[in-house]
């Protein structure tokens, strides 16, 4: 895999998660995790299936899209993560509108792995 700039990130926060990537995680999977939630969470007008929302490469791992987004927002350096966390809040409340909890879940799960 190769490095990606996220989309609607400044230079600077596209050079942090890049250093992120080289360090800590493996190349462009901060772009693709984003890529992969982005279309899971806007779906195709059907309904919300949690599991489509992992995505398996050889590169990345195996995995939620949306974890290996919340591993990144965690690690990154404040600027660069307020910059990713607004491209996610704003794909968070997508789903938040198209789904529901699932009383059954584990509640110790992230919230969008207990959403229906």
Known sequence: MRYRDVPGLSGAANAAVRLLERERLAP???SVALSVWSVRVHGTGRRWRR???EFTCPCCG??????KL?????LLPPRA???LRIRVEELDLVLLRRTHHEPSA???AAWWHRRC
């Open 51 to 53: 599991w489509e929302s």
């Open 70 to 74: 919340r591993e990144a927002l965690f």
């Open 81 to 83: 993560a307020a910059a």
């Open 106 to 108: 584990d509640p110790d």
């Open 28 to 30: 462009g999977v901060v």
């Open 62 to 67: 195996e995995g939620w899209a949306r974890d």
